[in-house]
Nanobody
């Protein structure tokens, strides 16, 4: 079965850094890209970043460009999200998901992982 386990969240001050991890199993990075999504209380789910081994691309939401970096360790089936210069508006539950390898977006074949809480204090 497909599994994605997100971890690494926590409480940091404005300007601080965190590195999230997404350990995956049950699918190939040649078949699915891995995306990071977040949801703040009372707000819609937001696409944050994505990495596609098959397409050879990475992508970022405008709100995190220049501050967040996505990467992967293919041997360990793990995707990371390095988050620097954190702001209070980054506070959310962060999720990783297996997504379409070309569009780097959710579709009927996507799989979700358990989220991890990121809180940025002022």
């Amino acid at each position: 079965d497909v599994q994605l386990q997100a971890s690494g969240g926590g409480l940091v001050q404005t300007g601080g850094s965190l590195k999230l991890s997404c350990v995956t199993s049950g699918f190939s990075f040649d078949d699915f890209a891995v995306g990071w999504f977040r949801q703040a209380p009372g707000k819609d789910l937001e696409w944050v970043s994505c990495i596609s081994k098959r397409a050879g691309t990475t992508g970022y939401a405008d709100s995190v460009k220049g501050r967040f970096t996505i990467s992967s360790d293919n041997a360990e089936n793990t995707v990371y999200l390095q988050m620097n210069s954190l702001k209070p508006e980054d506070t959310a539950v962060y999720y990783c998901a297996a997504v379409d390898h070309l569009a780097c977006s959710l579709d009927a074949r996507s799989f979700w992982g358990q989220g991890t809480q990121v809180t940025v204090s002022s």
